[in-house]
């Protein structure tokens, strides 16, 4: 099939940096969101650090109707609405242009429905105020809320689909977006994720006593992938949106083409060999990043930048050893390798979608970002790839072809492949 | 209260649910709140809530079904205050 996807507009509401200007500046010079959460440190929580958006509101009624923001409460939601109609608006668009965008679809994932509207009904159901809780909490409650809130807004008429992969989610949909097009069944899809980390879901990862608790008091430094003093992600919370595009239709329409989508792949290490339920089967890994590979038409030493999921757990090393496998590159040979997750923390099912915004601006402005807090990386990391693939500063170099993984809980995998725009 | 005090107050409890702020100035009992204001239909409950709140009553479902227009919903205001005092 002869049809090409292109990326046109992107937005983000990221832990260091809301909005697509103030994130490239961020990921540029290696600034980190991660902030003390003094809630953390009275629940006793192990971990005392999360990656949080600066992220108003009230901000929400330049996008909104009086109507809709009135009985708006919460923040997974609200992510999901500024990134994605950012997004919208960055690709040339219009909100409340009065069309419906019969050719333009959505594919938009979360992990968690929104936690604020879970805990009125849950509070209100409990003292037997139900007849309180009023019309506007069901829309928030379900899995699809962000999604069915964002196409509302933006008028989509096209595939409308929610959905849930834990930490593959972001990436997923991206790539479930660009199938679409691909196949045909949509000129465009607005993609993306979104993940609000509240007290409740934090202590039940604090509880698998998987994230980082050594750096509470020092919380720039607690999000450490690749490092020897890697002990746990960090949890983060926000959103990524991008709007791909079938490029005849971009081009049609005089849209602004950032890079070019050229495959990818999702898979299942089906939680046998070394993979469970909350680790990836390293056959699993390999299969999906060589099926990506393939889909995308792209041989292995064309890559010149990994986007890793690199979380800063044990699996870090796993997953370099994986990548070095599946690309066959060792040593000097091995890609530049980063992870954004050492400035904003693991976003969870938002992820990828931020992770992938990164990725489309460092192909926009050809650089790779740091690897900030990577000052000792982990000896069993660098003994599989030299220590110069894993920059601790920005570097300028040609970026032409970026593969970007995530792996999630029920040990999914996804693997996208991106390149820069050539005509 | 009288009736044009709690018209009044219902165009503040109506507000956040039109767009329509031209029709709700010239709001009046004949006013109809899904064809007049435009409000979406699940929102009526909505507003019930809200003029419970206000006026400090509670407004049985039965009751709740008569609202259609501003003068039904003043007249169960009035009549639920009533039953309260």
Known sequence: MSRRVVVTGMGVVAPNGVGIPAFLHAIQNGISGIKFIPLARELHFNCQVCGVPD?????????????????????????AIKAAADAWIDAGNTLYDGKIHWETGCVFGNSIADTEAMKRIIALVDSRQSRKLGSRMVEQLMNSGSTAYITG???????????????????????????????????????????????????????????????????????RPMSATAGGFVPGSGAGALVLEDLEFAQARNATIYAEVLGGATNSGAQQGTGSMTSPNAEGVVHCITDALKNANVAPEDID????????????????????????????NF???????????????????????AVI????????????????????ITNIADVSCFPVKRTD?????????????????????FSKYKR | MSRQEILEGLKSVLAPYTMDKEALNSINDETEFIKDL???????????IDAEERYEIEIDPDSAEKIHNAGSCIDIILEKMKEKA
């Open chain 1, 361 to 380: 601006l460092q192909l926009l402005h050809q650089f790779v970002h740091p690897n900030i807090n990577l000052e000792d990386p982990n000896p069993a």
């Open chain 2, 38 to 48: 435009k409000i979406n239909s699940a929102n009526l409950i909505d507003i019930i």
């Open chain 1, 397 to 417: 170099r040609d970026l032409n072809i970026v593969a970007k993984a995530n792996f999630g809980f029920g040990d999914v995998n996804a693997c996208v492949i």
């Open chain 1, 305 to 332: 930048l990994i986007s890793g999921h690199l979380t800063a757990t044990i699996a870090d090393k796993t997953e370099i050893e994986n990548w070095s496998e599946a690309l066959g590159r060792k040593e000097e």
């Open chain 1, 335 to 357: 890609p530049m390798t980063n992870s954004v997750k050492s400035m904003i923390g693991h976003c969870l099912s938002a992820a990828g979608s931020i992770e992938i915004v």
């Open chain 1, 55 to 79: 992220f108003d509101f009230s901000h929400l009624k330049d996008y909104l109707s009086e109507v809709t923001f009135y009985g708006l409460k919460g923040s997974t939601i609200g992510y």
């Open chain 1, 153 to 223: 807004l933006l008028g989509l008429g096209n595939r409308i689909i929610t959905n849930s992969s834990a930490c593959a989610t972001g990436s997923q949909a991206v790539l479930m977006g660009y199938e679409y097009i691909k196949h045909g069944m949509a000129k465009r899809m607005l993609v993306g994720s979104n993940e609000y980390i509240d007290n409740y879901i934090f202590g039940a990862f604090d509880a698998m006593r998987i994230l980082s608790r050594k750096f509470n008091d020092t919380p720039e430094k607690a999000s």
